[in-house]
């Protein structure tokens, strides 16, 4: 290969010239060494920024680690030169724009460290092997990026959301996510959720007053919490979670109705409620949910402007209607899943009671406005105590001891812990990837790198309300880190 063809390849700049290639053979892999020096003849003083063509002496050559060639560790050896400046007399080393003055990692191998960081599924020993460096050296350049990302939130917007993750961390079994979930913005991680280091952290907000709503789970500690740390903000129940204590109670009762069958495990009762595929067919919801109807919404969009071939999915004919295999009689057979729903309702009424009590709650949290949501959570709970099923009351007195928080949830739909738990759900692959983090604030830093997509954490301790500021925010994150990216090229 032509030395100006590797030069593109390797994507040194003009101003650079290989002058040799050599190959060798160390423990067992094929390295790569090439000898590069700069073709100008003159550099620019480090103190004053005049150009010197007096060359004062030459250095020795310097070792530096670069990306990988064709599968191939790469170093450049590269020859510097020292100039006396004419102006201010002092001596300075000429820059080629690979390295930094004391460091022997090209800036382009950390350009690559730090975007191999922002991957969630890659680990720190991965990205040291990839860039051929030390596991040490990729957290050392990571923590070197993040060292402007501040300690906590200065300010926070009107609506905000919280929730807790399994981390297991040195710092606790538990991790505290908060988030802005109208703007889907992840604010910051906590190393504990107990209430006391909950009110110290949110003391420090400026803007406790300001803050109007905040969505969380019902947690006790995180409604004392919200009422001490936020007087003027409603706490508002997550959909999620409060719809979760109904299909449990459903669910308990099929447990209940199966151990009354345990006796004879070969009965069709018990094999009924026994099967897995039976019993979250009882807990799926037979008529659209609210996030069902809005992505049939888009679908029927989709396809009327002619961006999708398939036709929208209907629940009804495409689900319901649809055929499902069965073992009976040692061959499988095919039958309708509503009939087959239909078939387990009819073991026993108290299982069918439930359903239809679990259905009720289902339509009055999807299509019920705000005005009304009161009144029929109401009826709902009366019909839960008249049906004397235990699980279902049980399941009516958490709606009852919550009910002014739910109704609050169905002021707009927008209030919900949804961007939270997918949050949880990405943060719950960075830990098991990585096997845990023992050091919770490099867990914290790497997972809002990831969260972010982006290193400039400077611009996050102001985060002011409404739509435009918030872009304005986001502007300024990506104007910092071109600039960023610019001032590693031209080095």
């Not at 040490?136 to 906590?152: G, S």
């Not at 300001?210 to 936020?230: G, H, M």
């Not at 037979?286 to 002619?306: A, I, N």
Request: some cysteine; glycine content about 4%; aromatic content about 12%.
């Amino acid at each position: 290969m032509k030395k100006e063809d590797l030069r593109k390849l390797l994507s040194l700049e003009s101003s650079i010239d290989i002058t040799n290639v050599e190959i060798k053979k160390e423990g067992g892999k094929n390295n790569k060494y090439v000898y590069v020096k700069s073709n100008k003849k003159k550099a620019r003083c480090l103190k004053c920024g005049n150009f010197s063509n007096k060359l004062h002496d030459y250095l020795k050559p310097v070792k530096i680690v670069y990306l990988k060639n064709s599968g191939e560790n790469t170093y450049l050896i590269a020859s510097k030169r020292r100039f006396k400046c004419k102006v201010c007399k002092k001596t300075f080393t000429e820059d080629l724009g690979l390295n930094g003055g004391k460091c022997n990692i090209s800036y382009k191998t950390k350009q690559m460290i730090l975007k191999e960081c922002l991957d969630r599924n890659e680990t720190l020993e991965d990205i040291a092997r990839d860039c051929n460096v030390s596991t040490d050296t990729v957290r050392r350049i990571f923590l070197e990026a993040m060292k402007n990302y501040p300690e906590y939130v200065d300010t926070l917007p009107e609506v905000i959301s919280f929730d807790e993750t399994s981390t297991y961390t040195c710092a606790g079994t538990y991790s505290f996510i908060l988030n802005d979930p109208i703007h889907r913005i992840t604010l910051d991680i906590l190393s504990s959720r107990k209430k006391d280091f909950l009110i110290s952290y949110f003391s420090k907000v400026k803007n406790r007053k300001s803050v109007k709503v905040v969505i969380c789970d019902l947690y006790q500690p995180y409604y004392e919490v919200v009422k001490i740390c936020f007087p003027n903000a409603i706490f508002v129940a997550d959909p999620f979670h409060y719809t979760r204590y109904v299909l449990e109670g459903l669910d308990n009762v099929r447990i209940r109705l199966q151990k009354e069958y345990e006796e004879n495990k070969k009965s069709y009762e018990y094999r009924m409620l026994k099967n897995r595929v039976n019993s979250k067919l009882i807990l799926k919801a037979f008529d659209y949910t609210k996030g069902e109807l809005k992505k049939k919404k888009e679908q029927e969009e989709r396809y009327k402007q002619g961006k999708a071939r398939k036709k929208p999915f209907d629940k009804f004919n495409d689900y319901w209607y649809g055929v499902m295999k069965i073992k009976r009689n040692d061959a499988f057979i095919e039958v309708f899943r509503i009939d087959r729903l239909q078939e387990i309702l009819n073991i026993d009424d108290d299982l069918s009671k439930a359903y239809n009590l679990k259905e009720e709650f289902l339509r009055i949290t999807t299509y019920v406005k705000y005005k009304d949501a009161k009144s029929e959570l109401k009826k709902w709970i009366k019909a839960c105590e008249e049906s004397e099923i235990p699980e279902m009351i049980e399941a009516s007195k958490t709606i009852r001891n919550w009910l002014k928080e739910i109704v609050y949830s169905f002021k707009d739909e927008r209030y919900s812990n949804g961007f939270t738990e997918a949050n949880n759900n990405t943060i719950t692959k960075i830990v098991d990837i990585a096997y845990g983090y023992k050091n919770f604030q490099f867990f914290r830093l790497r997972t809002l790198a990831v969260l972010h997509k982006s290193y400039s954490g400077g611009s996050r301790k102001n985060i002011e309300n409404g739509k435009n500021k918030i872009w304005c925010f986001f502007e300024k994150i990506d104007k910092k880190g071109e600039q960023k990216r610019k001032k590693f090229s031209n080095h």
